[in-house]
């Protein structure tokens, strides 16, 4: 009987450790990315950054998804796809946002900074991470992340240059060794140097250096049409350069980003811009200055806006 007793005991004791461990929550599921909630939200749309009303939104090119990221008042941004972090300038201070992390808020990297100048990371892996741009500029506050990160200023030689202070030390050094993600980043930049130009152009419009330049060509994107270049025109800080498009398949030619006609014979009207295009991997959407456009189809404004990059990579075509 002692011995029954005894057995049960060890029983309902080994029957309420099970249904002890059944009445155990199951441990939390991984917090998602928020670049990944955004791509969620956007269905198959592809994602882009935009600096808008002095803030910085994420938006599909449908329109599924807008999503203010960085509140105003935001001065300039960058993107870098291969490490989903953004790059922020505002009230003289540089800022970056994780998009790896569930909810990222941004982390002061440099304050005291200013509002002149540009500003310039150099990664552990020799990238140097710059706003694209056609203007010379007064100066440059550069970050160097390395193993002992450290900020230093550029050019400046007009008046008092800024004093920036390294604030995000430790931010950089925890994320020194930061996983890069294996995106597409390319550039095709005109003139293309060594190819041959694909059409001759009058002397009236060839403005450039060299008279081989002129009427070299790269692909437009997922188009089928070609970015031809004609040269630029010199301005006092900036330089302005001059590009057609052209349609292999017909010879024709048309003014960028859309042409709303092809002549036969190049003219001055359809002499445009040479961007350069951002244009998404699919090669399908890209950015002209403040529109949005379809290849082969039409352009939509997107206001007193200015493209930062596409989430998952892009192609950048021109100058």
């Given at each position: 009987m ?9 029983v309902?004791?080994?029957a309420?450790?099970c ?5 155990q929550p199951?441990p939390?599921?991984?917090?998602a990315a928020?670049?990944?909630t ?12 935009l ?17 203010t990221?960085?509140s ?11 490490l989903?972090?953004?790059w922020v300038?505002?009230e003289?201070r ?9 909810n ?11 509002d ?14 710059r706003?694209?741009?056609v203007?010379?500029v007064?100066g ?7 193993d002992h990160p450290s ?6 030689d ?7 202070r390294?604030?995000g ?9 930061r996983?890069?993600r294996?995106?597409?980043?390319e550039?095709?930049?005109l003139p293309?140097?060594g ?9 009236k419009l060839?403005k ?5 330049e002129?009427?070299t060509?790269i692909p ?6 070609q970015l031809?270049y004609a ?11 001059r590009c057609l498009?052209r ?7 048309g003014?960028?980003?859309?042409p709303?006609t092809?002549?036969p014979n ?26 949005l456009?379809a ?5 939509r ?7 930062l ?8 075509v021109g100058?």
């Open positions: 002692q011995r029954s007793l005894v057995g049960l005991l060890i309902a004791s080994w309420a450790g249904d002890y461990a059944q009445a199951a939390p599921a991984s917090t928020f670049a990944d955004l791509r969620k939200a956007a269905g198959a749309q592809p994602v882009f950054f600096l808008a009303d002095g803030a910085v939104e994420a938006r599909s090119v449908e329109g599924a998804l807008r999503r990221i960085v105003a008042p935001v001065q300039e941004g960058l993107y870098d796809a291969a989903d972090l953004l300038r505002r003289g540089l800022e970056v946002v994780d998009l790896r992390k569930a990222p808020v941004p982390v002061p990297i440099v304050a005291d900074m200013g002149e100048g540009e500003f310039v990371i150099e990664t552990r892996d020799k990238r140097t991470l706003i694209p741009g203007c010379v007064r440059s506050v550069e970050v160097k992340w390395v900020v230093h200023v550029r050019g400046f007009e008046g008092e240059p800024p004093k920036p390294l604030v030390a430790n931010w950089l050094k925890q994320e020194l060794k996983d890069r294996d995106v597409k980043l550039r095709a930049t293309a140097f190819a041959t130009p694909v059409v001759k152009l009058p002397k060839a450039c250096a060299s008279p081989a002129c009427g060509a437009f994107g997922g188009s089928g049409w031809v040269g630029e025109d010199q301005g006092e800080d900036c330089q302005h350069y498009l349609d292999p398949a017909t010879g024709k030619f003014k960028p980003p859309v709303a092809w002549l190049v003219n001055s009207s359809v002499i445009g811009s040479c961007g350069p295009y951002r244009f998404d991997l699919s090669g399908k959407w890209y950015s002209s200055e403040n529109q456009c290849a082969g189809g039409t352009c404004a997107l206001g007193a806006a200015l493209m990059g596409w989430l998952d990579g892009e192609q950048d100058t």
